[in-house]
């Protein structure tokens, strides 16, 4: 049984930085990566960022791409996302996901073990 805990999110003007971390409680899941996604009040649930564990592959949204950096610590268990640049926009929830299947994706169907969240929210 696999858990992932977000933490890391909060409260940060625009312009600002926050590095938001997912941590995988039980059996990390063989070579499946990981992704980030996010929701808004209103609105769906929105793909931002994917890794694979080995060797390191990595996928952006276009809304976050020279902003947001997805990163990844096999031994800690632990996927990053730091986020820079951060705007009133981004503000929502995110939420970490493990893939189900070798690659990347940014299809919310590929993903089978979601976080239970962490909010962040970006004043102007």
């Known amino acids: 049984q696999v858990q992932l805990v977000e933490s890391g999110g909060g409260l940060v003007q625009a312009g600002g930085s926050l590095r938001l971390s997912c941590i995988t409680i039980g059996v990390i899941g063989g070579r499946y990566g990981r992704g980030w996604f996010r929701q808004a009040p209103g609105k769906e649930r929105e793909f931002i960022a994917s890794?694979?564990?080995?060797?390191?592959?990595?996928e952006y949204a276009d809304s976050v791409k020279g902003r947001f950096t997805i990163s990844k610590d096999y031994a800690q268990r632990t996927v990053y996302l730091q986020m820079n640049s951060l705007k009133p926009e981004d503000t929502a929830d995110y939420y970490c996901?493990?893939?189900?299947?070798?690659?990347?994706?940014?299809?919310?169907?590929?993903?089978?073990?979601w976080g239970q969240g962490t909010q962040v929210t970006v004043s102007s």
């Open positions: 996901a493990a893939l189900k299947l070798f690659g990347l994706s940014r299809q919310f169907q590929s993903y089978d073990t």
């Open positions: 890794i694979t564990w080995s060797p390191v592959n990595t």
